[in-house]
């Protein structure tokens, strides 16, 4: 098997599903935003501040060429905007099989109430009408980039888990 990629909206659980399948299966798991992170040496949030939103999604893409040179089998969780652009949603076709992890925008703002700091993407926004407006936007590309949609409901990460390794048949 080549990767398997987790895809979704922030706060529908990309890491922590990440981490769970990583177990499981005995996969090591690579978290898109971390990589950035340490290769950067900078927090995200530090990233956007000084560099703004483009140079961060050039990091990403950067990031996912670097990965499709890696002959490796990982568990990867992407960061939530990385589908939006078309070249990252071809370079993800090479690097593996992507699941998106779909949440319903209720679940996305009540768990996102928290953390909202962390997230560039989100600060200084109404919560609620960012998360549904950004969600309105990226649909379409996260179903593209989709090879499964695994429908999260306001499961927790063992049941999400038990879904993924199911619609994958692994
Ligand atoms: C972003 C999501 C974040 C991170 C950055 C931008 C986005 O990752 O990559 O803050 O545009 O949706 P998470 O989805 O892991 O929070």
Do not use: W
């Not at 990589?35 to 893409?61: H, N, P, V, W």
Request: aromatic residues 4%; proline residues 2%; glycine residues 8%.
């Amino acid at each position: 098997m080549k990767s398997l990629i987790l895809e979704g909206f922030m706060g529908c659980g990309k890491s922590r599903i990440a981490f769970e399948l990583g177990k499981e299966l005995k996969l090591r798991v690579l978290d898109t935003d971390k990589l950035i992170e340490s290769r950067q040496e900078k927090s995200i949030s530090d990233i956007f501040k000084d560099e703004g939103e483009e140079a961060f999604r050039d990091m990403e893409t950067e990031q996912l060429e670097l990965l499709t040179k890696d002959e490796q089998s990982y568990i990867i969780s992407l960061g939530g905007g990385m589908p939006c652009r078309k070249e990252n949603r071809e370079l993800l076709k090479k690097l593996g099989k992507v699941v998106y992890l779909r949440a319903e925008p209720e679940v996305l703002i009540k768990r996102l109430e928290r953390g909202v700091e962390k997230r560039p993407m989100l600060s200084g926004h109404d919560l609620e009408q960012r998360v549904k407006e950004l969600l309105e936007k990226r649909k379409g590309d996260y179903e593209e980039a989709a090879d499964i949609i695994v429908d999260i409901g306001n499961e927790d990460v063992k049941t999400v888990t038990a879904r993924v390794r199911k619609a994958m048949d692994i």
